[in-house]
Structure formats: structure tokens, C-alpha cells
């Protein structure tokens, strides 16, 4: 099984018209175009009845002590956590792609809905937790919102764009359902699957 992601090759970064947060001109911060890149795969295992497609991020700090705070820098050493950007399940097994711009299209205070999309069905991202309390942007945020990572993390961020073949029709979720309840419910029914990763940073000594 082969993934496909042409806007960047594997490994390198990620353009920031991707992202949800880009290096400014001045300052640390600023929104960026949050666009989902255009994905496709092929050569799936017989017997698959749909795909699912998880982007995760395992280098976000496990601490936000240090995080974003001036005068701060997030330790290399400090241990890491899984941030997913995309959680996407019950796609059809003639599906193999999805294109630029169909899952997000900017970044949407407070979150896009979840739920059953024209390409399959997306749970929430882990933007639901960075931004819970948060008066202006919380909410629980559907599909994909892309990278943020700290302007002050001292190591580059990592992000793994994945899609399963399974052998079911439909994975049990609904709701606001997250990245790990999707590979909990994936568990067993994985046929194969393929990897494409990128970088991205805000931090721009780095």
C-alpha cells in the first residue's frame, strides 16, 4: 500500500499554507491558512472495506509549563505526547483520495463540526483539549487543523500523515470521538497501511 502527498516530500516541512499557526513577520504568532493537503493511496490489500486516516504529532510536550511563555524555552528532554491533527474513519472502500481543502479551508474559532462528511466520518482533533476554557476558541474542533507547535519548543515537530486499510465496513464511534478511541476501535482490522511525514516548526532559531 502506497500514500501519496505531493505538496511536500517525505520528511521534509510542511508549507505553512497547511498549518494552523505560522512565524510572523513580528512577534510569535500568527494564524495561518490551515488548508489540509491533498491525500491519495493506493494499492490496498484485497478483502479492505474502508480506510481511516490519523495525522499525529508525537513530539508535543507532555508539560505546558514552559510553553509559549517569554523568557522560556521547552527542555529537548522533556517527555512527549501524541497531538492529533486529523481523525478521519468510515471512509468508502472506493475512496482513494482526499482532496486539497475538502476536510478545512481556514482555521474556524471554536472548531468545525464532527461527524459524517461527504469522505467519511471525522472525530475531533486534540485542538478540543489545547483550547478547552479557552472563551474565544473553545469548542470541540472536527476534521483537520494543522501545526502549531510551541514558538519556543527547542526541537522540530514531527507529523505522521497515516492511512489504514480495514476489514470492516464501519468502525463503531460516533460523537466526539478522538484520535486514540479511532485505533482503539481499529484494533484487529487493520490490513496495512502507509506513512508520509512532514516538519514544521514556529520556533525560528530552528
Not at 5 to 12: E, H, R
Not at 18 to 33: K, S
Not at 73 to 88: E, G, I, M, S
Not at 169 to 184: I, R, S, V, W
Request: glycine content about 12%; charged content about 15%.
Amino acid at each position: 500500500m502506497k500514500l501519496t502527498l505531493n505538496a511536500w516530500a517525505n520528511g521534509q516541512p510542511i508549507p505553512a499554507n497547511f498549518a494552523f499557526g505560522q512565524i510572523p513577520d513580528e512577534g510569535h504568532f500568527e494564524l495561518a491558512q490551515n488548508i489540509n493537503p491533498a491525500i491519495n493511496w493506493d494499492g490496498a490489500p484485497t478483502g479492505t472495506k474502508s480506510f481511516a486516516v490519523i495525522c499525529h504529532d508525537p513530539d508535543v510536550p507532555s508539560s505546558g509549563k514552559d510553553v509559549n511563555k517569554e523568557g522560556k524555552t521547552v527542555p529537548a528532554d522533556l517527555p512527549r505526547v501524541d497531538f492529533y491533527h486529523w481523525v478521519l474513519v468510515n471512509i468508502a472502500a472506493d475512496t482513494h483520495e482526499i482532496a486539497e481543502g475538502a476536510d478545512s479551508a481556514g482555521v474556524t474559532p471554536k472548531g468545525k463540526a464532527a461527524g459524517v462528511q461527504g469522505h467519511g466520518t471525522t472525530g475531533i482533533n486534540s485542538y478540543t483539549d489545547w483550547f478547552a476554557g479557552d472563551a474565544d476558541m473553545g469548542g470541540n474542533y472536527g476534521g483537520y487543523d494543522g501545526p502549531c507547535p510551541p514558538w519556543n519548543d527547542s526541537i522540530m515537530h514531527h507529523y505522521h500523515f497515516t492511512v489504514y486499510a480495514l476489514d470492516v465496513e464501519a468502525l463503531n464511534l460516533e460523537g466526539a470521538f478522538t484520535g486514540a478511541d479511532a485505533l482503539a476501535a481499529m484494533k484487529g482490522h487493520v490490513l496495512d497501511q502507509a506513512s508520509h511525514m512532514g516538519t514544521y516548526t514556529m520556533n525560528p532559531n530552528l
